[in-house]
């Protein structure tokens, strides 16, 4: 299984394009804010972040767990996900970056003003006979700020997540 879910990484975003289109269409969830989330709330290089760091936890760990009678349940909110903060801090920073960055999804599931993304609205600045460049840069500041910040605040998350499993002790 975990073969299959890291196989679906090399298959390219915009082969499947139409495909989750039609599945979006076939829901109702086209011009709708839905569209935008939904598809990205898992992806391959997540469940592959998360899988490899929980392998990197010890075996003790849980077995000293379950002497104490811990169930598995209560090991997973009580043990695990503590010590996980740092690759889900990682990870939503990831995930974030990349899905505030997208241009092609929500200009293809979207049509109405009120539902497209900024990056979108920036393009649309742009014409062929008048270019403000001062209007454009504005905006980009504006689309970089919330990057900036998310990674700024994320960032002791990022470090610790990416060099979790790089030293032992």
């Known amino acids: 299984m975990f ?5 679906t990484m090399m298959i390219p975003a915009e082969s499947i394009m139409i495909s989750n289109y039609l599945t979006v269409g076939s829901f109702g969830w086209l011009d709708s804010y839905k569209a ?7 992806a391959a290089m997540g469940i592959f972040m998360m899988r490899q760091y929980y392998l990197t936890l010890p075996r003790e760990l849980y077995e000293a767990a379950k002497m104490d009678g811990c169930s598995n349940f209560k090991f ?25 960055n997208q241009y092609l999804w929500p200009l293809l599931v979207t049509s109405k003003d009120s539902t497209r993304t900024v990056q979108i609205g920036i393009s649309m600045l742009q014409f062929s006979e008048n270019q403000s460049f001062g209007l454009i840069m504005a905006g980009i500041i504006m689309v970089l700020l919330p990057s900036i910040i998310i990674f700024i605040f994320g960032q002791k998350q990022l470090i610790e997540g990416m060099t979790s499993g790089a030293v032992k002790g």
């Not at 073969?3 to 196989?7: H, K, S, T």
């Not at 935008?36 to 898992?42: A, D, G, N, Q, W």
């Not at 010590?83 to 990349?98: A, D, E, H, K, W």
């Open 76 to 100: 997973f909110t009580r043990i695990v996900f503590p010590m996980s903060r740092p690759i889900v801090g990682s990870l939503g920073v990831y995930t974030f970056l990349v899905t505030w």
């Open 3 to 7: 073969v299959i879910v890291i196989a």
């Open 36 to 42: 935008l989330i939904v598809p990205y709330l898992s």
